[in-house]
């Protein structure tokens, strides 16, 4: 049995190994958020999408990055701030999980493992790209055609991974915005809507300030719905009509916070 002095130095060595792994994962985290480059995300489309919907979900990416570099653009010069690489269709032995983890530290270690054991699977079925090369991981869960358009997901704040399940048909534009949104809970935003998925002002509108508050111009990208009245919204139909509103960049470093 290891002597008392052994045990406190293995506890001494873990704890630094903690304390290390922490602040390499901050560090990592303030360098996404300094916007001295691109935010890198991989987005890998499981199941049985057909090819030309991933090829269809790429190109609306694009439109949806092009769209949110322009607000980008009024706050501050600089690169563009998000560049999305899609993987796909691919079909791994396991998928990782979509509802978030529950409220115990058990719930979160098991899911944890799943997702560990997901993305191990999916990097044997897709060994390129390397998923290191990149700032977040996005998995997007292809649900079958012929229904009504979906998506749903989840993701960690300052995490590194984020989960869409949804369908691909047209543009796939709300599987799309699901990936950003997912996206960017990895780089500190929150979400800003009710239990009816309706935008919370002010935080939930793109354009707090505009008089009259409603009908709002786009949607803000945290809530997914254009707000048309308090308690009242659609899906929008272009990236043209999503945006990143004030309090979602000052969330992600596009402003100082409290400015």
Request: glycine share 12%; aromatic share 6%; no cysteine.
């Amino acid at each position: 049995m290891p002597s008392f002095r052994n045990r406190v130095a293995l506890l001494l060595l873990a704890l630094a190994i903690a304390a290390a792994w922490a602040y390499a994962r901050l560090r990592e985290r303030r360098e996404r958020t300094g916007w001295e480059r691109p935010v890198d995300v991989v987005v890998y489309v499981l199941g049985g999408a057909e090819p030309g919907a991933v090829t269809r979900l790429g190109r609306t990416l694009e439109r949806l990055a092009a769209r949110l570099a322009e607000d980008r653009a009024m706050l501050a010069s600089g690169p563009e701030p998000f560049r999305f690489e899609v993987v796909g269709p691919i079909e791994p032995a396991r998928s990782p999980p979509v509802a978030p983890p529950g409220p115990s530290p058990w719930d979160r270690t098991l899911h944890a493992i799943a997702l560990w054991r997901a993305e191990r699977a999916v990097r044997e079925a897709a060994p390129d790209p390397d998923p290191r090369a990149f700032d977040v991981r996005v998995y997007v869960l292809a649900a079958p055609g012929g229904r009504r358009a979906f998506a749903e997901g989840s993701g960690a704040a300052g995490g590194e991974v984020g989960v869409v399940r949804g369908t691909l048909e047209g543009d796939a534009l709300l599987a799309a915005t699901a990936v950003v949104h997912e996206a960017l809970h990895a780089l500190g935003a929150t979400d800003k809507y009710d239990a009816g998925g309706h935008a919370v002002a002010p935080g939930g509108l793109y354009d707090p300030g505009r008089a009259p508050p409603y009908p709002q111009a786009r949607a803000e990208i945290m809530v997914g719905e254009l707000p048309l009245a308090p308690g009242e919204g659609r899906v929008p139909e272009s990236p043209d009509e999503i945006g990143i509103g004030p309090e979602t960049a000052r969330e992600i470093g596009w402003l100082p916070a409290g400015g």
